[in-house]
């Protein structure tokens, strides 16, 4: 299997941070942890805003992630973290192919408020029922990974922050690979032209659907491995200033790249602690200006200053076919 | 036989104006087949119910003698009717070379693959051949929005025949064209139609690149056919002179929309 230069790149830095991981304090680890982690369930909003879609309402697969986590020991009495992780991916999936059957009928913002809507009912019910832990949430039991308790403490952050990056790094893989794939550019042909798709042969909206369920599963992956880090869920994460910031990373980062999502993620997280540690009665205008300055200055992320020097393809100025400029196209 | 494309008393109404009435037209294979008339005769009517862009109000639609009615623009693009549209439908922000081969791997597969990646050599190989066989190899890489309008509409066409499409219906293959470039550009259409050997009917308003082209005209006026035979003999009728091409000695139609000239835009 060949690699080329962003699978290298992917490689390189998962080694790099599992590297810095055994030198580096307990808080840095555990903020990396949880932007990596984050950034998983921003993959899902980059995956959909790659095909035209903008979702308002990711918190709630990263909710079902977390609620995975958080409700598996309790209720079925798993302890296997691999296994929470999976039943919360399943879970999201398997929501996400009976929300997609509506959601996928939409376009703009239709879809951003249905996608919210949604979230926000999931809030609703966590909030109101005693038996989902309403507004407290749960903590996360003591979990195992191969059969090794993990009962939390430096231990625990340290494998958290292990398996956060394998999943990271493998997930972000699978991305760029599917990005370069039919079903990644036809997304971005929908995104572009969804009748010309049509005429195609090709159904824009089960391509909608497939990519929503995917990107459904890599978001509640993350929240998954958010309720591992912190050991604890409630039902924030479903609320809509959750998606919000979601939505914040993927336009701090942009679309350039699988690995933008994580890059912007580490910054927002980096900006917001120290944002809070040094003004903490304002950190918010910060964040906001953080965001104004970005879709003023890099409007396609922070991933243009990589890319925004490379050379646009030549278009040789002599055509063949003697044409007329005139018109737009479709 | 059995005609590649029928339709049998084909109405469409939007509320109190009618955009097709009656149309009852067969195209045979291998007929290349001319429609004209005025702006609203229902030209682009007629091409969007019979792709599934648009229901008709009443009537049938037949491709190979099977009803296609009701079925879905891409179910009826797979069963071989293909088209291209007045303004040119690519996706802009994409490289020309990625327009086509998005195109090739749908012809492929209704069911795209999720990991297989979709510049593979074969499809790259055979979308440089299509931009070579349509003179547009020069933008292969450029993005569409950087071609000239002209040559988008090759790439609009180009990517209609990919499928091997049994018909090809163009919507205005030369609006947006200057006049002294439409043959280029009819030209190199046709050469790649005669070369897929494919049944076409399109839309025109200029009655030189009609006359030029095809072996039949249906002449369209205010959502009806009023002539439907050789160029010649269309284009000598009475009404079509009156009504469509606005060559009449007699005064035309106060509502017939034709004007002096060959075109009719």
């Given at each position: 299997m060949r690699l080329d230069k962003t699978e290298l790149a992917l490689v390189g830095l998962a080694v790099l941070?599992?590297?810095?991981?055994?030198?580096?304090?307990?808080?840095?680890?555990?903020?990396?942890?949880?932007?990596?982690?984050?950034?998983?369930?921003?993959?899902?909003?980059?995956?959909?805003?790659?095909?035209?879609?903008?979702?308002?309402?990711?918190?709630?697969?990263?909710?079902?992630?977390g609620y995975?986590?958080?409700?598996?020991?309790?209720?079925?009495?798993?302890?296997?973290?691999?296994?929470?992780?999976?039943?919360?991916?399943?879970?999201?999936?398997?929501?996400?192919?009976?929300?997609?059957l509506l959601l996928t009928r939409y376009r703009e913002i239709f879809f951003a408020m249905l996608s919210l809507a949604f979230s926000m009912i999931l809030y609703g019910v966590l909030v109101k029922s005693q038996e989902l832990g309403s507004t407290d949430g749960f903590n996360v039991n003591n979990w195992t990974l191969l059969g090794q308790t993990i009962a939390g403490g430096e231990t625990a952050t340290h494998v958290v922050f292990l398996l956060t990056v394998v999943a990271a790094a493998?997930?972000?893989?699978?991305?760029?690979?599917?990005?370069?794939?039919?079903?990644?550019?036809?997304?971005?042909?929908?995104?572009e032209n969804e009748v010309r798709v049509e005429y195609l042969g090709l159904s824009p909206r089960w391509i909608q659907y497939a990519n929503y369920v995917a990107a459904a599963g890599v978001s509640a992956l993350g929240g998954g491995l958010t309720a591992l880090a912190a050991g604890h869920v409630d039902?924030?994460?479903?609320?809509?200033?959750?998606?919000?910031?979601?939505?914040?990373?993927?336009?701090?980062?942009?679309?350039?790249?699988v690995l933008a999502p994580f890059l912007a993620a580490i910054v927002f997280s980096l900006v917001r602690t120290y944002a809070i540690e040094f003004v903490p009665h304002a950190w918010q205008m910060i964040l906001g200006f953080t965001l104004l300055g970005i879709v003023v200055f890099l409007p396609k992320g922070l991933w243009s200053l990589f890319t925004r020097h490379r050379p646009e393809?030549?278009?040789?100025?002599?055509?063949?076919?003697k044409t007329s400029t005139g018109g737009a196209g479709a | 036989?059995?005609?590649?494309?029928?339709?049998?008393?084909?109405?469409?109404?939007?509320?109190?104006?009618?955009?097709?009435?009656?149309?009852?037209?067969?195209?045979?294979?291998?007929?290349?087949?001319?429609?004209?008339?005025?702006?609203?005769?229902?030209?682009?009517?007629?091409?969007?119910?019979?792709t599934g862009y648009l229901p008709p109000t009443s009537g049938e639609i037949l491709m190979d003698g099977k009803a296609i009615l009701g079925l879905a623009p891409r179910a009826i693009t797979r069963a071989g009717l293909a088209r291209s549209f007045q303004v040119a439908q690519l996706f802009p922000e994409l490289t020309v070379l990625d327009n086509l081969v998005i195109a090739l791997a749908a012809a492929e597969s209704p069911h795209p693959s999720f990991l297989k990646p979709l510049r593979t050599k074969a499809r790259v190989a055979k979308a440089e051949e299509i931009l070579a066989e349509f003179k547009v190899a020069a933008y292969r890489d450029a993005r569409v929005t950087a071609v000239p309008q002209g040559?988008?509409?090759?790439?609009?066409?180009?990517?209609?025949?990919?499928?091997?499409?049994?018909?090809?219906?163009?919507?205005?293959?030369?609006?947006g064209v200057s006049v002294d470039e439409k043959g280029d550009l009819m030209d190199t259409v046709m050469a790649a139609v005669r070369h897929h050997g494919l049944t076409v009917l399109f839309v025109e308003h200029?009655?030189?690149?009609?006359?030029?082209?095809?072996?039949?005209?249906?002449?369209?006026?205010?959502?009806?056919?009023?002539?439907?035979?050789?160029?010649?003999?269309?284009?000598?009728?009475?009404?079509?002179?009156?009504?469509?091409?606005?060559?009449?000695?007699?005064k035309p139609a106060a509502n017939a929309g034709a004007r002096e000239g060959s075109s009719v835009a």
């Open positions: 941070l599992l590297l810095g991981g055994m030198v580096a304090p307990g808080w840095l680890i555990f903020l990396v942890t949880i932007a990596l982690a984050k950034a998983l369930v921003v993959q899902g909003v980059v995956m959909q805003m790659k095909a035209g879609l903008v979702s308002f309402g990711q918190g709630l697969f990263y909710c079902v992630g995975a986590v958080g409700m598996g020991g309790p209720f079925l009495g798993i302890s296997a973290g691999l296994v929470l992780l999976a039943i919360g991916v399943v879970a999201a999936v398997g929501l996400a192919m009976v929300l997609g493998v997930v972000a893989f699978l991305l760029h690979r599917y990005y370069r794939s039919s079903v990644g550019m036809t997304c971005e042909a929908i995104r039902p924030d994460m479903a609320y809509w200033t959750t998606s919000g910031e979601f939505i914040f990373i993927a336009l701090l980062g942009g679309t350039g790249s393809a030549p278009v040789v100025p002599a055509a063949p076919q | 036989m059995t005609p590649i494309l029928e339709t049998r008393g084909l109405n469409k109404t939007f509320g109190a104006v009618t955009a097709a009435k009656d149309l009852n037209v067969r195209i045979n294979k291998g007929e290349i087949v001319g429609v004209i008339g005025a702006n609203g005769a229902g030209k682009t009517t007629f091409i969007n119910m019979v040559s988008r509409k090759l790439i609009d066409i180009a990517m209609a025949m990919i499928g091997n499409p049994k018909m090809l219906l163009l919507d205005e293959p030369t609006s200029d009655m030189d690149v009609v006359r030029r082209y095809v072996s039949r005209i249906l002449a369209f006026y205010s959502g009806e056919i009023i002539a439907d035979g050789p160029p010649d003999a269309v284009l000598a009728d009475e009404r079509v002179r009156e009504l469509v091409t606005g060559h009449s000695d007699h």
